[in-house]
């Protein structure tokens, strides 16, 4: 059974900077597509950003291109969600997820297989 576990929330002002970690139990952090998705307070869950198990490109919502950066450590078996010159907009539980490389959708919350528990964003403005 795969496990996920976020951490590096926290609060932050605006402009500020923050990495959050997600490490893959149960499986190779490169054998899945890793995505990340965030939900604000009242609204849906949404998506921020994908890196694929076949390759290096990450793929990011517009909201956040140019501001966060994902990448993969396959020694640590652990994604990384790089967030920079962050907005009060940014505030939001972030979750990352896991799903095989063969389902479509990177952009779905419903295509993904398995989840973390969340880790709380605030920033300051």
């Known amino acids: 059974q795969v496990h996920l576990a976020e951490s590096g929330g926290g609060l932050v002002q605006a402009g500020g900077s923050l990495r959050l970690s997600c490490v893959v139990s149960?499986?190779?952090?490169?054998?899945?597509?890793m995505g990340w998705f965030r939900q604000a307070p009242g609204k849906e869950r949404e998506f921020v950003g994908v890196?694929?198990?076949?390759?290096?490109?990450?793929a990011y919502a517009d909201s956040v291109k140019g501001r966060f950066t994902i990448s993969r450590d396959s020694k640590e078996n652990t994604v990384y969600l790089q967030m920079n010159s962050l907005k009060a907009d940014d505030t939001a539980v972030y979750y990352c997820?896991?799903?095989?490389?063969?389902?479509?959708?990177?952009?779905?919350?419903?295509?993904?297989?398995?989840w973390g528990q969340g880790t709380q964003v605030t920033v300051s403005s």
């Open positions: 997820a896991a799903k095989p490389s063969y389902v479509n959708l990177n952009d779905r919350e419903e295509a993904y297989f398995y």
């Open positions: 149960g499986g190779t952090v490169r054998t899945y597509t």
């Open positions: 890196i694929k198990s076949n390759d290096n490109s990450p």
